[in-house]
């Protein structure tokens, strides 16, 4: 079975500084990709970074990287200079390619704060 | 406007009452999802159908209906709600692109009471 473990509930960053997210997942499909999405306290999912299981870099956003580890099966996220609007809790999830549901693995979420 | 719609915003309902959730979309997916978002939690699965005719169950479908009235909506029913299902509810849409993982949409979510 697939799972998605975030093991910070809450992070503190400061402003114009970068922070790590944390995420590992379990998979035995041999394809599959890792998003993360972003849900401010109005409580809308925004997509943010997408990275494929055979990608041969780590993907990047503007000023979201992905830290991709295959081996360690971790897909942490990376937020650089951040900004008050960060402020938000942020989800890893995963999905098979290929699968025959397609849909979204979440994990719990982290809730980042940032300190001005 | 906005591409994934979701009726009502929301709602608050008595125990025992039928509701009705609505998502209407016009990026012209044929798969969507029903998901449940409870306080604290990341999203569980609810139902989701890849077109008119197929409909399946997620991880949590217990208590829940839907229906795919068309291409672009896609409802989600409570019979007979119970308090333990106040949550918010998310409508996704997505489709399936060669060789690669896909975006979801959702929609703006409904954020549901029962009392």
């Known amino acids: 079975a697939q799972k998605i473990t975030q093991t910070q509930p809450g992070m503190f960053v400061q402003e114009k500084e970068a922070v790590t997210l944390d995420c590992t997942y379990d998979?035995?499909?041999?394809?599959?990709?890792l998003f993360w999405y972003k849900q401010p306290s109005s409580g809308e999912m925004i997509f943010l970074i997408y990275?494929?299981?055979?990608?041969?870099q780590n993907a990047t956003e503007g000023r979201y990287s992905l830290n991709f580890q295959k081996a360690r099966k971790s897909a942490n996220l990376v937020i650089s200079a951040s900004q008050l609007g960060d402020s938000a809790m942020y989800f890893c999830?995963?999905?098979?390619?290929?699968?025959?549901?397609?849909?979204?693995?979440f994990g719990k979420g982290t809730k980042l704060s940032v300190k001005p | 406007d906005a591409d994934v719609t979701q009726t009502p915003r929301n709602r608050i309902t008595k125990t025992g009452k039928r509701i009705m959730l609505e998502c209407s979309q016009t990026?012209?997916?044929?798969?969507m999802y029903w998901y449940r978002q409870d306080p604290g939690l990341g999203l569980q699965l609810i139902y989701y159908?890849?077109?008119?005719?197929?409909?399946n169950k997620g991880e949590i479908s217990d208590g829940y209906s839907v229906s795919r009235q068309a291409q672009a909506k896609f409802s989600l029913s409570l019979e007979s709600a119970i308090p333990n299902q106040t949550a918010l509810y998310f409508c996704?849409?997505?489709?399936?692109?060669?060789?690669?993982?896909?975006?979801?949409?959702f929609g703006p979510g409904t954020r549901l009471t029962v009392t």
């Open positions: 998979t035995s499909d041999p394809s599959y990709g």
């Open positions: 159908s890849f077109d008119v005719k197929d409909i």
């Open positions: 996704a849409t997505s489709e399936l692109t060669t060789g690669s993982a896909y975006e979801q949409y």
């Open positions: 999830a995963m999905r098979s390619i290929g699968g025959s549901q397609g849909n979204l693995i």
């Open positions: 990275q494929g299981s055979y990608d041969q």
């Open positions: 990026k012209g997916h044929d798969r």
